[in-house]
């Protein structure tokens, strides 16, 4: 089992910066690839960013695309999640999530991630 900690959220105007950060502990951490997702108000959890276990392989939603980047430290047991130019619409809480079973890569579902911390909240102000 992994427990993870997520922070570094909070309130910032619209065009603003959040670095998130999610802490592990438990199971090695190098053995779980690693997922940013966030869900608003009304609205649906959806896929933000995700990470191979080894860091090679990322991957980011169209929407966040070119604004935000995930990186980790496996020495640190913790992923990242850099969030520039923020808009509004980046309001929500902001999960991440473990999965150990997508074998060699990464996910842009939520079912494969077995383990969720418990959400840090973003809010951009315009």
């Known amino acids: 089992q992994v427990q993870l900690v997520e922070s570094g959220g909070g309130l910032v105007q619209a065009g603003g910066s959040l670095r998130l950060s999610c802490a592990a502990s438990g199971r090695t951490f190098s053995s779980y690839a690693m997922g940013w997702f966030r869900q608003a108000p009304g609205k649906e959890r959806e896929f933000v960013a995700a990470i191979s276990r080894g860091g090679g392989v990322t991957q980011c939603s169209g929407s966040v695309k070119g604004r935000f980047t995930i990186s980790r430290d496996n020495a640190k047991s913790t992923v990242y999640l850099q969030m520039n130019d923020l808009k509004p619409e980046d309001t929500a809480v902001y999960y991440c999530?473990?999965?150990?079973?997508?074998?060699?890569?990464?996910?842009?579902?939520?079912?494969?991630?077995?383990?969720w911390g418990q959400g840090t909240q973003v809010t951009v102000s315009s």
């Open positions: 999530a473990a999965d150990a079973r997508t074998p060699g890569g990464i996910s842009r579902l939520a079912s494969p991630y077995d383990y």
